[in-house]
């Protein structure tokens, strides 16, 4: 599988994790309580706080306008979580393969997409075209991707920083999984290096297996 990066992404670097033999289940405990936790001290946090004080969301919602995604009707993904903890609406434990990934959004203030590797087809594409098609998103509804950076294999497009499709969606049963990192365009390599690392290094603590992770470029 190789990742390919479409000419019309604006500039930035993209984390590229393929996580293989992995184990997918209940969170532990431990991460549960780890999570709520850290839910709890972000609520405080943003009590005096509004989304544009937050750099990862401005950084995005700024990503998003470059595109040609309006930030305003299609939030990035990252503050829409932040949102749902200011309210004090925390986020339920689901299996740990999507809690650890909405833990990392939370922590790092960027979107992430964490997919079956057995559903996705071909060559993986980072695209963000005028014409991006369509999709069932997680949230029941069809994500047009006109004007929105997304992520697309031989059957079509499966992902995005605004809500990820059901196609592609982890499961129980999922072995093998793909996660992309999408960075603040602002950071370097080497900071972009660390903070893959250490996220595949956690989600082996939890999930077991081995990962292979590279950083990709967008002109």
Request: with cysteine; aromatic share 10%.
């Amino acid at each position: 599988m190789h990742i390919i990066i479409s000419s019309n992404v604006p500039s930035s670097n993209f984390g590229i994790i393929v996580y293989k033999d992995i184990t997918v289940g209940d969170s532990p405990q431990m991460l549960k309580g780890r999570i709520r936790l850290f839910q709890e001290s972000l609520h405080l946090d943003l009590e005096e706080k509004d989304m544009k004080d937050i750099e990862g969301v401005a950084v995005w919602r700024s990503y998003f306008k470059e595109v040609g995604t309006d930030p305003s009707r299609y939030r990035p993904s990252v503050e829409a979580l932040y949102r749902r903890i200011k309210k004090g609406q925390f986020l339920e434990p689901f299996h740990s393969a999507v809690d650890l990934n909405n833990f990392f959004s939370l922590k790092y203030e960027i979107p992430l997409g964490i997919y079956d590797l057995r559903k996705i087809e071909g060559n993986v594409i980072i695209h963000a075209g005028e014409k991006g098609g369509s999709y069932q998103g997680l949230n029941g509804r069809e994500i047009k991707l006109d004007h929105m950076i997304h992520t697309a294999d031989d059957a079509g497009p499966f992902g995005s920083p605004f809500v990820d499709s059901i196609r592609t969606a982890v499961s129980l049963d999922t072995t093998a999984a793909l996660h992309v990192v999408y960075f603040k365009p602002s950071m370097d390599d080497s900071e972009c290096g660390e903070m893959l690392t250490a996220i595949s290094d956690m989600f082996l603590q939890v999930h077991g297996g081995s990962s292979e992770c590279q950083l990709v470029k967008s002109r």
